[in-house]
């Protein structure tokens, strides 16, 4: 008898664990906790988009290539949690968006001819072009923090495609 008393305690106590583990993963699903400097530091919510719009905030998941493994060796993500596979979850505004014009330059990133706050360039890296200068085409992006000069974004990684986006997020709390 006891044994049996022993083995409904357990299925009763991994039954509680298994909902509580559903609850926690759709509650967190709704939200993201930003830690990083690309933008201020907190707990944003996260909600399904139907069109991209210029200035919001997205969560994307950037394609592991030459640039990302550079930021990945140079300690960029430390600490994170690479839940896009082999990178993290970036958290970037959509400022270049299908058909706009881009430049990029030692002072900063101009989309269709307007200079974007803080996004002078401070990383000469491999992944940087001086003077380069592209359109945008259908269901490509150009992911930037004009937040901080320092963000790790599309002037370093490139071109975003529409399908590396998941989801629009908004700034619920500063922490």
């Known amino acids: 008898m006891k044994k049996y008393q022993i083995l409904i305690r357990l299925i009763k106590y991994l039954l509680f664990i298994g909902v509580l583990i559903l609850i926690l993963n759709i509650a967190f699903s709704f939200f993201t906790i930003n830690y990083s400097n ?7 919510f996260n909600r399904n ?6 200035g919001k905030l997205y969560i994307f998941c950037p394609e592991y290539n030459e640039y990302m493994k550079f930021a990945e060796q ?3 993500w430390l600490g994170l949690d ?3 596979g082999r990178t993290p979850k ?5 400022l270049g968006l299908p058909y706009d014009k881009v430049i990029i330059k030692d002072n900063g990133v101009y989309i269709n001819g ?4 803080n996004t002078e360039i401070i990383l000469k890296n491999k992944a940087y072009n001086k003077d380069i200068e592209f359109i ?33 997020v908004r700034l619920i709390i500063n922490l």
């Open 136 to 168: 945008l085409e259908a269901d490509e992006y150009f992911m930037l923090s004009d937040y901080n000069k320092y963000s790790y974004d599309s002037r370093y990684f490139g071109i975003v495609s529409k399908n590396q986006i998941k989801k629009e």
């Open 74 to 76: 140079n300690g960029f």
């Open 114 to 117: 307007q200079l974007i706050l």
């Open 82 to 84: 690479k839940s896009c």
């Open 49 to 54: 988009f139907k069109d991209i719009e210029r």
């Open 90 to 94: 970036y958290l970037k505004k959509a």
């Open 38 to 44: 690309s933008f201020p530091v907190g707990l944003y």
